[in-house]
């Protein structure tokens, strides 16, 4: 027995040390492989999102993650200016239809400005959701001058009085993918080839489209027949729409023509929608857009401001076939109406800002104010003391939300106060205030104080934002100032002439930041912002009240001298 029994075991011992082997060397590798250690666990299956109404265009982003709705705003304090948004009397519309209770459809949430495109370039007035850069790309800053290497052919004159291009005027300059080239009706050069283009709406009525490079045409033009004071806006998920607005409809020549904001198709230059101006849910008949909108791209939805005093949340239900060259929409029209709680005045002349699911514009009678952009309930407003036709500018800091804005002189009589500020943009209180005495000239119907958007600087100039101040010591006198953020005291200012042009900051390959600034002289500067110092000046030959925008090292701005100039940075 026990010889049979010592067998056994020799028989089974070495086949159990084998396992034993067997096990850690794979224990072993396992831990110690190329391959990660830690399994994947399997996802709970979920439905799929809903895809866009249009193919995807190349080149494919990557997917980035949802936005997260903004902070719960704390409870408005009694702060001097601020108020609850359960103050404000509105009403939502869906089209001439009251609703109550209003909820969209779609949780709408923007992310960060960084994602607000998928085209390369501008697309809209200040670039994106916070409205805080006009220029894209780098560019190598050597000499640290300006040169003009084009400009376009001149710009009709309406009426004898508006000349070339206004306020705010601001071009858009976009590189289109390949796929989307090929539909559009550019011209055959250009449907081939690899370039940037830029279109600029004018004062003489005609939205052009012109080649970044050479400052030729790349496709007929569009003429809606009366002055376009705003910024158009290119749709940012590179589909072949542009969206704009009229300045005037009536001419001294006696053409009259409806208020309209227009929506094209950039595949043969068709209107293929439009708003009117003047609404029966609104009693002011002044139906101007000079705002200039910006498009929700993943809930296909448009926000616009009127001059008429509306709110516009557009469901476009865009259909675009890029395969066969075909596009259409189907707007669903949603409006926000509301009473201005300090003034009478309504009309809304800058352009929105939106934080997540946060909203914020102001108007001609001074108010400011945040909404749901979900519900559109006002959440706060804030007493700004006169018409605010500048754009908002949000940051976001690790210390907060903030809104820099500034107002004219425009209701408090032949002078008064342009008081800049920051702004908490989540409770509506002020951090702080700063005020310059501006002139109103009622003669000429130019007010005073702030019409450009503020510079709210980055990287090297981090500690800065930066304002334009109109008729401050002097009809055509003007005060470029930078003020310190956290405090809002002047770390440098200069006197100059007047500029209602809104400055560009813009970074080297080094990351040194320069400055482009334009004034009512036809002149345009580059500066050192972190000093104020001047280090080129160049003439565009009369007043700029349009911003410019920069595309690697190229500038692009239109004049009061019926031309758009195409200006190389050295």
Known sequence: MKSRRGKVLMLIVPVILLVILII??????????????NITPVATPTSEPTQMPTPTLTPTPEPTPSPTPSPTPAPVSEQAGNTSGDKVKYQVFSGTTAVTNYQSTDQIVFGNPETYSTLEGITTFRGNNYRNTAAYGSRKVVEKKLEIVWTSDEIPLIDGQWPGVGWTGQPLIVRWPENVRKVMNLYPEYKEKDFVEVIQGTLGGIIYFLDLETGKPTRPSIDIGFPIKGTPTVDPRGYPILYTGMGINSLKSGKTGPWKYRIFSLIDNSEIFSIPGKDPNISRTWGAFDSSGLVHAETDTLFQCGENGLLYKVKLNTDFDIDNGQLSINPDVTKYRYSNLYRSNLGIENSPVVYRDLIYFADNGGMLQCLDINTLKPKWAFNLGDDTDASLVLEETPDGIFLYTGNQVDHQGHEGDSTVRKINALTGEQVWSRSYKCLNDKESGLNGGVFATP?????????????SITKTGSQWGGRLVALDKNT????????????????????????????????????????????????????????????????????VVGSYARKVFGIRIK
Do not use: H
């Not at 002439?497 to 040194?512: A, C, L, M, N």
């Open 455 to 467: 510079v709210v600087g980055t990287g090297d100039i981090e500690n800065l934002v930066i304002f």
């Open 488 to 555: 809002g005291e002047e770390v440098w200012a200069n006197v100059m002439s007047y500029g209602w042009s809104t400055p560009v900051v813009f970074k080297s390959d080094e990351g040194t930041s320069y400055m482009i600034y334009c004034d009512s002289g036809g002149r345009m500067y580059l500066m050192d912002p972190k000093t104020g110092d001047t280090l080129d000046t160049i003439s565009v030959e009369r007043n700029v009240e349009g911003s410019p925008a920069i595309f690697n090292d190229m500038i």
């Open 24 to 37: 850690v060397y794979r224990q072993f590798n396992i831990e110690n492989g190329s391959k990660a250690n």
